[in-house]
Nanobody
């Protein structure tokens, strides 16, 4: 199993980034892909998730209306489009996969750094 995040970087407040989560080694359509983030000194926070089985999406209140998650089933890749970025969005962003109907995320990527400057 491989999960690889990319697309992080440094952006000014109000800017946008698109993160990618490329996966392999499991049946993509049977899994829910989640995005998490962890800022220095803070606990890991769930940002969003997307069920590849039924398309249901979840967003944390802190990102609703600004972040959008989507998937490309042909590429086994999930994206996180982040708009109107704020300094509080600065964190390492992780992608993870869990089998549909289960609560535990079994597979994790190594993360990608997002830094939003004010």
């Amino acid at each position: 199993v491989r999960i690889v995040e990319s697309g992080g970087g440094v952006v000014q407040a109000g800017g946008s980034l698109r993160l990618s989560c490329a996966t392999s080694g499991f049946t993509f359509g049977d899994y829910t892909i989640g995005w998490f983030r962890q800022a220095p000194g803070k606990e890991r926070e769930a940002v969003s998730c997307l069920s590849n089985r039924d398309g249901i999406r979840y967003y944390a209140d802190s990102v609703k209306g600004r972040f959008t998650t989507s998937s490309d089933n042909a590429k086994n890749t999930v994206y996180l489009q982040m708009n109107s970025l704020k300094p509080d969005d600065t964190a390492i962003y992780y992608c993870a996969a869990r089998r549909a109907g289960y609560t535990r995320y079994d597979y994790w990527g190594h993360g990608t750094q997002v830094t939003v400057s004010s």
